[in-house]
């Protein structure tokens, strides 16, 4: 990945807030949800993605600045200790383990600077140990993440494995899978791995907290006259009673349709706000009225704005 600043196109100063402005913008722009079939879309989505992951962990981000830390989240190698370079003897020595980029093989790390003879190794050890952890980082929809659910995750080896994805799982979790670490040496018991959830952005559902905000388009007729429309949830779509007379920027609370709090067992609310839409065709009609109508011309709403200039 490019340098994670430039792909968010914020400058190394940026507050947390700058990143998270960035992101949301350009993930609305390249998500998949919104771009169907395309693939340079669906690729710079993950790529943006993968930036904010980066820079939105005040920790990352301080190792990243500091070179501690590639822009993939890597370790950076010490210095004095190895040189990795491409297409060199020894080159990738411990990018991977089993393939897979996200796995660090801290087994065959301590194999080689201790001549195997602590037992690390999977041959010549002086004791049985049971096997080293691994982390892994899965990227999970934000529905599966709200709604829970299966997730595949390949493991080194070519192995993979359905996980269980609990209801409301939250950005940052980690999940234990027990005895699917490195495997280990002289007859030990395999160690654990750690997978640290990082949630995908949804084309409109924005979760704060175990609040859901969604901004809802409406036609001029719904927010004049009121009116049930359907509007979708994250547990699936329900009818809201819009009142007439509405406005963009009217915000609606539908209860208990945000996301489960693990803790409490209680569900957050969704926040529902207005958007007034016109036709995206010119509408004659509409047009003719607008033209006729005298109280349209009876009010100016940008009449507040004129204090503060």
């Known amino acids: 990945m490019s340098d994670p600043y430039s792909v968010l196109g914020v400058p190394r100063t940026a507050s947390e807030d700058d990143i998270r402005k960035a992101f949301r913008s350009l993930a609305k722009k390249h998500h998949p949800d919104l771009n169907p079939g395309d693939k340079a879309a669906e ?3 993950k790529e943006i993605s993968q930036a904010n992951d980066l820079l939105s962990d005040p920790e990352k981000r301080r190792r990243f ?14 210095r004095g200790f190895y040189r990795d370079q491409a297409g060199g003897p020894g080159a990738g020595k411990y990018a991977h383990a089993g ?21 690390f190794g999977s041959a010549g050890g ?37 996980i269980d994805i609990p209801e409301g799982a939250a950005d940052g979790q980690t999940l234990r899978l027990k005895g699917q670490g490195m495997p280990g040496a002289n007859g030990g018991p395999p160690g654990d791995a750690y997978v640290e959830l990082r949630v995908e952005p949804h084309a409109f ?13 409406v036609t001029l007729t719904e927010a004049a006259l009121g009116g049930k429309i359907r509007v979708p949830t994250v547990g699936g779509a329900v009818m809201l009673n819009v009142p007439a007379g509405s406005n963009t920027g009217t915000s609606l609370r539908l209860r208990g349709r945000g996301l489960l709090d693990r803790k409490s067992g209680q569900r957050g609310d969704q ?4 958007k007034v839409t016109l036709p995206e065709q010119p509408d004659d009609k509409l047009k003719e009225f607008l033209e006729k109508w ?3 011309r009876a009010y100016d709403p ?5 204090q503060f200039t």
Not at 127 to 151: E, I, S
Not at 205 to 217: S, T, Y
Not at 271 to 274: D, E, G
Not at 302 to 306: D, G, I, L, T, V
């Open 205 to 217: 559902f924005e979760a704060r907290d175990n609040d859901i905000h969604v901004e809802l388009p």
């Open 99 to 119: 393939g897979h980029e996200s796995f660090v093989d801290m087994g065959g790390i301590f194999s080689e600077m201790f001549g195997d003879r602590h037992g």
């Open 126 to 162: 002086g004791f049985d140990m049971g096997g080293l952890p691994l982390t892994y980082t899965l990227r999970v929809p934000f529905l599966v993440a709200a709604r829970g659910g299966k997730q595949r995750v390949g493991l080194p080896g070519g192995k993979t494995l359905d």
């Open 65 to 78: 600045d500091a070179g501690e830390i590639d822009a993939t989240g890597q370790e950076m190698p010490p």
């Open 43 to 45: 690729a710079k989505f």
């Open 271 to 274: 926040y529902v706000k207005l």
């Open 294 to 296: 005298e109280a349209g």
């Open 302 to 306: 940008r009449k507040a704005m004129e």
